[in-house]
């Protein structure tokens, strides 16, 4: 079993940087996709990005395609998003989900294994 802990929300200005951290465990990776999915009450869980582990290629949302980055620590089986240029409407609680295999997708359903979450809020 895959086990996530998310980490480095927080509170942010409009126009700053944060950087969310997904540690993972209880697996090899290299037969793995992570993803950063994001909610906010009242609404869907939304695809942010998401990242092959073997090859790093890489698929983004287009609200976050040129601010958002996703990259992967292999050493230490640790996923990041580096979110820059944050704008208010950015402001939810952040998922890291795992799904064994090596399509990358964009759908919640698609993703087995999640994390607690953390929140991320963004002031204008």
């Known amino acids: 079993q895959v086990q996530l802990v998310e980490s480095g929300g927080g509170l942010v200005q409009a126009g700053g940087s944060l950087r969310l951290s997904c540690a993972a465990s209880?697996?090899?990776?290299?037969?793995?996709?992570m993803g950063w999915f994001r909610q906010v009450p009242g609404k869907e869980r939304e695809f942010v990005a998401a990242i092959r582990w073997s090859g790093g290629s890489t698929l983004y949302a287009d609200s976050v395609k040129g601010r958002f980055t996703i990259s992967r620590d292999n050493a230490q089986t640790t996923a990041y998003l580096q979110m820059n240029s944050l704008k208010t409407e950015d402001t939810a609680v952040y998922y890291c989900?795992?799904?064994?295999?090596?399509?990358?997708?964009?759908?919640?359903?698609?993703?087995?294994?999640w994390g607690q979450g953390t929140q991320v809020t963004v002031s204008s």
């Open positions: 989900g795992a799904r064994r295999g090596f399509r990358i997708e964009s759908v919640r359903s698609a993703y087995d294994s």
């Open positions: 209880g697996r090899t990776f290299s037969a793995y996709v």
